[in-house]
């Protein structure tokens, strides 16, 4: 009888931990799931900002780095140049592909 006790109380301890392990795994792949969810969700900005000698424009990614902007000689008289010109760069990207270049 004490053997069926123990036997007992064994398979519901091995039962509680092993459900709550499974739970612990499930919410984990669903974090993960959520996070890469989130970076692939996640979209960069474009910046237009009005500098020193004129509006300029800078392209940021989902992390907050800037990856692209004209060159420091670039500006623009108005912010709708610098829009027009972010539109452009758009088509451009949209219809453009990749080129190896031979030196």
Do not use: C, W
């Not at 974090?31 to 940021?60: L, M, N, Q």
């Not at 140049?81 to 219809?95: H, Q």
């Amino acid at each position: 009888m004490r053997r069926a006790i123990a036997f007992v109380v064994l398979s519901l301890s091995l039962a509680v931990v092993g459900s709550s392990v499974l739970t612990t795994s499930s919410a984990d792949a669903q974090d993960k799931s959520k996070a890469k969810a989130k970076k692939e969700a996640a979209v960069g900005t474009v910046e237009v900002y009005k500098a020193k000698d004129g509006y300029r424009f800078r392209i940021k990614n989902a992390d907050g780095k800037v990856v692209a902007m004209p060159p420091p000689s670039r500006h623009y008289e108005n912010k709708g140049d610098a829009v027009k010109e972010l539109e452009e760069i758009k088509a451009t990207l949209e219809k453009a592909k990749p080129t190896d270049v031979k030196e």
